[in-house]
């Protein structure tokens, strides 16, 4: 996965001690070209988040060594991950506790898969695709970090002006496919950056320039007629 960014395929994983409903959910979500992590390390499920990274978990209340409701509240001290709960304890107090620990949804076992899919995918539209909060971006080895206006190549890093942000941004989220110049004037004007197709060419330019110092061959390509493209081998 050269783009690791929400619309390409997102990462879940499954919190549940109970092996056969955890795979059983792992294949009807893998059906759906969900990326499933199934934890089987209980006593270390912070740790395995951290390592992972999911873009949302699946969490089950009884769990070995510590319940559901200490893991939610330990991923929340460093992340605002969707949580989903999963569990048989439906009793209004459980999900009272759930939602109170951080969680943003809950759902009773026995349930219909297809009804867990369509929370799954409006918890995860709600978070990342709508927003467009995404704070890194990466391609190959190439990170863009919006939130600090930067681009790193291993362990060089280079500011980047607003212009030159969004350009890449759009770049990245549309990696390895031409984007027309027209499309990235688009962009550009609707952060308020009113420019003209000139004004497009010197900020290109610049990015360019900026992005030699890397050393990578190539690293914006150009079509006539089609636009740009982020490219590298």
């Known amino acids: 996965m050269e783009l690791e960014w929400v619309m390409k395929m997102q990462k879940i994983m499954i919190v549940e001690d109970d092996e056969v409903i955890a795979l059983a959910i792992q294949k009807h979500l893998e059906t759906w070209n969900y990326e499933v992590e199934v934890v089987d390390d209980f006593e270390h499920v912070l740790d ?50 759930a939602i109170s620990m951080g969680a ?5 076992k026995p349930f219909d898969f297809h009804v867990l899919t369509a929370k799954i995918q409006a ?3 709600r978070t990342y695709s709508f927003s467009k909060s995404m704070q890194v971006l990466t391609y190959k080895d190439l990170v863009l970090n919006i939130l600090d206006a930067t681009i ?42 009113f420019i003209d197709d000139n004004t497009l060419s010197v900020n290109m330019n610049r990015l360019r ?16 007629g089609l636009g740009y493209k982020l490219a590298y081998e």
């Not at 320039?209 to 006539?224: A, C, G, M, V, W």
Request: proline letters at 3%; charged letters at 25%.
């Open 48 to 97: 395995l988040y951290l390592q992972k990274q999911p873009e949302l978990i699946l969490l089950d209340i009884s769990l070995p060594f510590y319940n559901g409701y200490h893991w939610c509240e330990q991923i929340r001290k460093v992340s605002s991950v969707p949580i989903i709960f999963i569990s048989s304890a439906n009793e209004n107090m459980n999900i009272v506790m």
């Open 104 to 108: 943003d949804d809950f759902i009773t």
């Open 123 to 125: 918890l995860l539209r």
């Open 152 to 193: 790193s190549y291993h362990h060089q890093t280079i500011e980047l002006t607003k212009n030159e942000l969004k350009i890449l941004q759009v770049l990245f989220e549309k990696s390895e496919v031409f984007v027309s110049r027209d499309d990235l004037m688009m962009a550009l004007w609707q952060s308020n950056e």
């Open 209 to 224: 320039k900026k992005l030699d110092d890397f050393h990578i061959e190539h690293l914006i390509q150009t079509k006539k």
